[in-house]
């Protein structure tokens, strides 16, 4: 491959690892404003290039409560099953024409319980999406840890009911100051008993140590987890870093969304690289990407060109993401190499 491979074009071609996307904050806005209009929602914007830009605006509230509030536009246009299907073959395709080489999709099917679908029949449509799709993926149920424990324990148990199904995980996302990890102890312990892989939201809007209670309670991975930049060059966090290191957790971090909610206040200044020099297993993901408008390939090439990594450090952060994949063994080893075989080919450009 060329010396000559701008950032961009390299950022373009590497082979990513897709761990953290919501499907409910990944549509095509061409696909919102007809799911909009089919469903006879208003939208808030008359084509989809400005509907795109009503959520660049939004995105800059500063704000993860404000920026969660996109997704009742999109849960409502989502809200039938051939919809959810559409949505997350869609999502695939997207990350596989980014150059994604597995990947890992995300939301709470209770949320359309008040449309009037069976969550069950939610799962199985969002499970056919994804299937539909030559890109290797799986899918994780979210419980929105702000709502009742017994739904969030109705939905891990839905995790392990559908485990090997097309399901591959379950997480705790949605508002997170206020309501710990351990508010839904006994959830994550159905999860965990049933041998459901856990990934839950910690980190991000609240304090450091919820990311490590969140490993406690049995997660692997952690969504985000930015927040253990604050433990960064301190006697007392350097503990804390250090236990969360042997726990040998996976931080999927978010960069754009984590400005966007104002996590962390630009690209240049996200802790990303100061975590992975620190030793923690770390990588970096979209989020949301009609909320932050961005892609895999966008997030790499603005750690390469505002946040000070190298493309050495990027491909390691794959290879990171490739281990802690909840696949099976086989998508990962061939994701693994795939990465490796790219590293091998440009070493002189990492």
């Given at each position: 491959?060329?010396?000559?491979?701008?950032?961009?074009?390299?950022?373009?071609?590497?082979?990513?690892?897709?761990?953290?996307?919501?499907?409910?904050?990944?549509?095509?806005?061409?696909t919102l404003l007809e799911l909009l209009r089919a469903r006879g929602l208003e939208a808030p914007a008359?084509?989809?290039e400005a509907l795109a830009a009503w959520f660049d605006a939004r995105a800059h509230a500063g704000s993860l409560d404000e920026y969660l509030r996109g997704f009742a536009l999109t849960v409502g246009a989502m809200a039938t099953l051939p919809?959810?299907?559409?949505?997350?073959?869609?999502?695939?395709?997207?990350?596989?024409?980014?150059?994604?080489?597995?990947?890992?999709?995300?939301?709470?099917?209770?949320?359309?319980?008040?449309?009037?679908l069976r969550v069950e029949a939610a799962i199985e449509a969002l499970v056919a999406g994804l299937r539909r799709s030559a890109l290797p993926s799986g899918l994780i149920l979210c419980a929105m840890r702000e709502r009742s424990k017994a739904e969030a324990e109705r939905v891990a148990a839905l995790a392990a009911?559908?485990?090997?199904?097309?399901?591959?995980?379950?997480?705790?996302a949605g508002a997170e100051l206020g309501h710990p990890p351990a508010e839904h102890a006994h959830a994550l312990r159905i999860a965990r008993v049933s041998g459901v892989p856990l990934t839950l939201h910690a980190g991000e809007a609240d304090v450091a140590s919820r990311v490590l209670e969140a490993g406690r309670l049995g997660a692997s991975r952690i969504g985000h987890g930015v927040r253990l930049a604050d433990a960064l060059g301190t006697p007392d966090g350097a503990r804390l870093i250090d236990e969360v290191r042997g726990c040998g957790l996976h931080l999927e971090l978010c960069p754009t969304s984590n400005v966007h909610t104002g996590a962390a206040p630009s690209i240049a200044a996200h802790p990303i690289g100061a975590l992975h020099r620190a030793g923690l297993s770390v990588s970096f993901h979209t989020d949301n990407p009609l909320m932050s408008r961005i892609t895999m390939s966008q997030e790499a090439e603005g750690l390469l060109r505002q946040g000070?990594?190298?493309?050495?450090?990027?491909l390691a952060m794959e290879l990171a993401a490739a281990r802690h994949s909840f696949l099976e063994a086989g998508v990962r080893s061939q994701a693994a190499a795939a990465i490796r075989a790219f590293g091998d080919q440009n070493a002189a450009l990492s």
């Open positions: 491959m060329s010396q000559a491979l701008t950032d961009a074009e390299w950022s373009r071609v590497c082979p990513k690892v897709l761990l953290h996307e919501h499907l409910d904050g990944g549509l095509r806005p061409a008359a084509d989809h919809a959810l299907e559409r949505v997350a073959f869609e999502a695939a395709e997207d990350a596989r024409a980014d150059g994604c080489v597995l990947a890992e999709f995300r939301i709470a099917p209770t949320l359309f319980e008040a449309h009037g009911r559908y485990l090997g199904r097309g399901v591959i995980g379950f997480d705790l000070g990594l190298t493309r050495a450090e990027l």
